[in-house]
């Protein structure tokens, strides 16, 4: 057995409760190390006089470690546990104090593995919608102009022109209104929008003021029209809450530029010395913008502050949820108040931060329900663009992204293959059409709710900011060649009918190493994907998938 | 390189702010394996453009695997990283994806590590009182009775007799008062008391009114003056919170007895039921004990309650802490309010955990500064005691224990051979009086504070509660030949002159493998135990120690 490779983490990705009597318990070991791996447990107050055994199945496989995993029914949630493993040879006890051939059950309160009692307020929620969304993501300045009477001076980009950073092209709420029905019959059910409010960019991350829709963009009138239109519709809506930094343009900043240390708001902001200056920079920036002061969110006032903004677009408003911009810049403690005032207004309101990188530490049911999954883009990325994985690199990568976070939170994700912040895939796969249909399969067939950035389903270009934010071409969306929609609209059929969840997920490449699979299970029916990015036939269990192609099976129906 | 044994864990006992502007990173690697680790960082907005490359050093070396570890004073404190590391062969990266033989900088806003900014609210605060207490842990019925003129009809046990679960033998708080004296000149700084509220039981864990001090220990008033009197001497108070179950004849449970759901108490406990019954047992309780309901502290109300009891002893009689009991039975969701709650009326009160177990997810500085460390009981029970573990092994267990928290909180662990929850040390290691007095070196020498069980000064011995809990031996204690005192008395003089820091602390075991080594290095001075429990003599570094002896050094001169 190898023992360095055995990893169990109590009350983490390891060890989560899904209800108030169940919960999963994980183990890592080394890559087809163990043969048999058991949990041992019991109620912490009895285990050293009596213990249950179970088979625990293995549930991830990944580039280096295997995750075995077992969900437990608990009469008395107190648990105590070790693991007892075999590995063709030899047995061995894994608790706290590593492996041992020998275990005492009646000196375990020293060192077995134990999730202490299953309270209530511990366990991470589950946001029923977020975990059959199907997100597009609309910036909104380039999607569609609807407000055909508004001032139009400020628009220097004709529409279909490659932008500059400082185009604007005059997309609007009303143009967003307008296509409400379109976006509806694609088979989304949510809108998440970058930036609505008060802003002089084109792009509106740097706020001057949160209480008012960015004149450009439309009123609180349109907004209101918006989510009520959607709600009809069953469809939600998240807006984008950029709580980490501000204009400079901001009235309380401008406060403190003016009167230094004086000011009431000087603590809201991170300023070394009695009045900010930019040359030498002495106050804290987003990146190096020093146009985007950054809130310092450890004051209570401005926590208030921006939670009020929060609270008030869902009790005004009544938007669904609040993508996090720069999340992972501002403090636990404030995404942990921020959940609870939230929630306390709407309970299923969707809270989804910016956190490019493993997040586990603010996805335990107190800060964020879930992140932009980012690590799935870059897996896809490497396979479908970069030829840096193959298919069974890339399933036991995409393995080792599903161990990251609880059953809970995977359901959870907002999966994404870009967005207005990275390169359009359909340029980063060289306007290879197949590979962004697998691709878009992929993301659709994988754990979690998939984020599909306007344009994508017309092979919409583009290269890194702003060039991935072009002009929303709505002749090619119209027209009969389109080829993408009907895909995202079975692909979200299927999906609404199959209604996965997370247990029974399987990612694996075929035995031939060609194929990346995916099967996943849904209460009634189950899928398949099979995909092949090599230039020669593959097959799994007799399956054959062409060169350089793709298939889907519903209930072992082909579908696609 | 063994990359299964690679671990490092962002934002966790592996990376963690330690002021502003100084994070502590870790990296965890198999014994012995490499040959120099790097760390290569930047700003997160300019590591993919330039680099900085600092060498780390072996902080501990644990049973399987090194700890490397190094503290970066930052000026942007949004930091990116990887490891760089040499196994005397090859060179690797390595990154959130794993080690590698090359690394991608520019696209390392995908999978470097990061701590993404040094947000002053998620910083682990350090009590500094804490970091040098030397605590007296009392068992208050067994101390020592002060109070002549108090009704004594209640007392069932002659002093000095063996106690039963039912005993009470009259000790009380005007006693501690009067051996307050006593407990100072022995060195210690801090007491620790076990529960001193309204209870019918000896050990008062069954609290029936939390805001009464129960009348065989005394009155409000002699809280106070116990307060006061420490105080004057320099010396803090902390008391029990037993928060996690209350007794049955608490007027709250009464009340749902009584009235059922009807009661506005009912969801204060977690009944499954109208009414709370005990066959079949349908409530929640401690351990299996039917007479001590459990509190629902999921419920808002319930953390009023008990943070308003909290609060009220330290404002209204200055106490500076709480130990916690069976805290890990409480959600993190009432221990995150119960601290800001604390701390908002005494910033430096102690938050003491009672959790056996890794609680590193309770100690990132936002739930407790501390907990009871009977990882480390057991440590030195199975070295000194069981013979379960020789100088190598337990040098070795010692330095993971280490690695399972930060520099922060390892200043201020709460280390003990024994407490009312266990048998005495003593008893444990056969009564041998060297193996007891070469524990106290180990526990006045080891990162965090000591805390010494009433009576260990005196050999008082003992089973399992109650045997651990027997009356205080006051002829024995003031007998001129009592050894013990002299040293607790030297070895905190010399943490006083010393005032060790988590930073350079050494433990290992010397090359002949007798000797359990240990160095501790504080601002001016330096002190180093060697310990030999072998039946031959021993040596380090040409120091020799004498077979079942122990000598400690400071700055290099013997004192004992």
């Known amino acids: 057995m190898n023992q360095f490779a055995m990893l169990h983490i109590t009350d983490s990705e390891y060890c989560f409760p899904v209800s108030e009597n169940e919960i999963v318990i994980r183990l890592r070991a080394a890559k087809n190390d163990l043969v048999k791996v058991w949990i041992i447990y019991e109620s912490k107050y009895q285990i050293g006089i009596s213990q249950q055994k179970k088979l625990m199945e293995k549930e991830l496989s990944g580039t280096m ?7 437990l029914n608990l009469t008395d949630t107190r648990l105590a546990y070790v693991f007892y493993v075999f590995d063709g040879k030899d047995y061995y006890y894994f608790s706290e104090d590593g492996a041992t051939k020998e275990y005492d059950f009646k000196k375990g309160y020293y060192n077995f593995f134990q999730y202490p009692y299953i309270n209530r307020a511990d366990i991470a929620d589950r946001v029923e919608w977020l975990t059959n969304a199907f997100f597009y993501q609309i910036f909104i300045d380039r999607f569609c102009i609807g407000d055909a009477y508004k001032d139009m001076d400020y628009i220097n980009l004709r529409w279909g022109d490659i932008p500059n950073p400082k185009s604007f092209a005059g997309g609007d709420l009303k143009g967003i209104l307008n296509k409400v029905d379109y976006i509806h019959k694609l088979g989304f059910n949510a809108l998440y929008l970058t930036p609505i409010f008060k802003s002089i960019s084109n792009h509106k991350y740097d706020i001057i003021d949160y209480f008012e829709i960015d004149r450009h963009f439309g009123t609180k009138e349109d907004l209101k029209k918006l989510v009520k239109t959607l709600h009809e519709k069953g469809m939600k809506i998240v807006l984008d809450a950029v709580f980490n930094h501000v204009s400079e343009l901001n009235t309380m900043f401008a406060d403190v530029v003016k009167k230094g240390r004086q000011s009431p708001y000087h603590d809201y902001f991170v300023i070394r010395g009695d009045y900010p200056t930019k040359d030498p920079l002495n106050y804290e920036v987003f990146a190096s913008c020093d146009y985007m002061p950054k809130w310092n969110t450890s004051n209570k006032k401005v926590q208030d ?24 810049e501002i403090s636990h403690d404030f995404w942990r108040r921020f959940r609870k005032e939230i929630k306390s207004v709407k309970k299923d309101a969707a809270i989804i931060g910016e956190n490019w990188h493993n997040a586990s530490n603010y996805l335990k049911g107190d800060q964020y329900d879930s992140i932009m ?31 990251r976070n609880s059953d809970t939170v995977n359901d959870m994700m907002m999966n994404l293959l870009d967005s207005h912040d990275t390169d359009r895939f359909f340029s980063e796969v060289h306007k290879d059409k197949i590979k962004l249909k697998a691709a878009l399969c992929l993301l659709y067939l994988f754990p979690g709710s998939p984020s599909v950035f306007y344009g994508t389903e017309n092979y919409t270009e583009g290269g890194y900011d702003p060039d991935c934010r072009r002009c929303m071409d709505w002749d090619k969306a119209s027209s009969k060649d389109n080829d993408i929609i009907p895909l995202l609209q079975k692909l979200s059929e299927i999906r609404n009918k199959c209604r996965f969840v997370f247990e029974g997920t399987r990612i694996y490449s075929s035995e031939d190493k060609k194929l990346l699979c995916m099967e996943r299970h849904g209460e009634k029916s189950c899928a398949k994907l099979l995909i092949n990015m090599t230039n020669e036939p593959g097959m799994d269990e007799s399956i054959p998938v062409e060169a350089r192609s793709f298939r889907l099976f519903v209930d072992g129906g082909s579908v696609i």
């Open 373 to 403: 999954n980012y690590a799935f883009t870059k897996a896809a990325l490497d396979y479908f663009a970069y030829d840096k994985m193959d298919a069974e690199a890339v399933s036991n990568k995409l393995n080792d992204i599903l161990a």
């Open 305 to 328: 502050y921006l939670i009020s903004i929060a609270k008030y677009y869902i009790e005004e408003f009544d938007i669904d949820g609040w993508r996090l911009d720069v999340s992972d």
């Open 65 to 71: 470690f295997d995750y075995y995993a077992i969900r």
